[in-house]
């Protein structure tokens, strides 16, 4: 049975070149935002030779290119496509290179989840029916959903591949370069001795101090605490460098396990410097950390 559904564009309905199927099967599609990439779960609503629409659990741009898998067993079917309409969180897809073997394996992926096809059993004017429609329509059947498209330059299609790859391991490598760097500096702000040394200057107020906070750690919770029920807010007297590290800290008050577990997260926060005149300064404030079962 052929489809006649049509697209819908933003600027009214318009007749799709080739045949949309009603289609109910998981995908997820991937986009890179930033040099970090995004996988959005989704599930594909229709799908044709030239993409398929779907509804995602985030919002695409138009013009933006995805990569998109499908779960067609045995293996997931990748493929990439640009975001020609989007409201909300429905959005229609435009397939960008395909290869002989993945329009095979979309063909066979849509016939798998074709919702179109009628496994009911029919009465006999049913039946007439049903063949009085299929001599109108054309007589192609199932298998030939979608006509074999040109073949497309081999060369090109490589070197696409290529620049995304290589985009993709950019991004990749920037994302753990930059953590990797965070954590170094912070490791080598706890371990500074002349840092340790140096005195306050100026005694700031808990809330201003809150609003230059860059990096927090949450506490964990200790096992033997949690199993004596104890709980409360741990106030502690901490010693901000002018690098915006923590470099001393005293604990003011409650029991010592949660102080130690307290001060533990405390000494990885980062601030941005306080500042008098302009120059950064060596800053004492009071923090409070709350364990609560």
Request: with cysteine; aromatic share 6%.
């Amino acid at each position: 049975m052929a489809a006649g559904t049509q697209a819908q564009s933003e600027k009214g309905r318009t007749r799709r070149r080739s045949p949309r199927f009603q289609i109910q099967s998981p995908l997820d599609v991937t986009v890179v935002r930033s040099g970090v990439p995004d996988k959005l779960p989704g599930r594909a609503l229709n799908a044709g030779e030239t993409g398929l629409a779907a509804i995602l659990a985030g919002e695409l741009a138009l013009n933006e290119t995805v990569a998109i898998e499908l779960q067609a067993p045995p293996n997931a079917l990748r493929l990439w496509a640009v975001v020609r309409y989007q409201d909300k969180l429905r959005c229609g897809l435009e397939f960008v290179g395909l290869t002989a073997e993945q329009r095979t394996a979309l063909r066979d992926w849509v016939k798998e989840n074709n919702l179109e096809s009628d496994l009911t059993p029919k009465t006999e004017s049913q039946k007439d029916q049903g063949q009085k429609k299929a001599g109108r329509k054309s007589a192609v059947g199932k298998a030939t959903i979608f006509s074999e498209l040109p073949p497309q330059n081999g060369r090109r299609r490589r070197i696409t591949w290529i620049v995304v790859l290589a985009l993709l391991a950019i991004a990749a490598f920037l994302f753990w370069w930059r953590w990797n760097r965070a954590w170094e500096e912070l490791e080598a702000a706890s371990k500074n001795p002349s840092a340790l040394s140096e005195k306050p200057q100026v005694q700031v107020p808990a809330e201003v101090m809150e609003k230059l906070l860059l990096h927090r750690v949450e506490p964990t919770y200790p096992p033997e605490a949690r199993s004596e029920n104890l709980q409360g807010i741990i106030a502690v007297d901490i010693v901000v460098g002018r690098d915006g590290s923590v470099v001393s800290m005293k604990a003011l008050n409650g029991p010592e396990v949660l102080a130690r577990a307290a001060m533990d997260a405390l000494r990885w926060w980062k601030f941005e410097p306080f500042r008098v005149n302009g120059e950064a300064a060596v800053a004492e404030t009071t923090v409070a950390v709350e364990f609560r079962r």
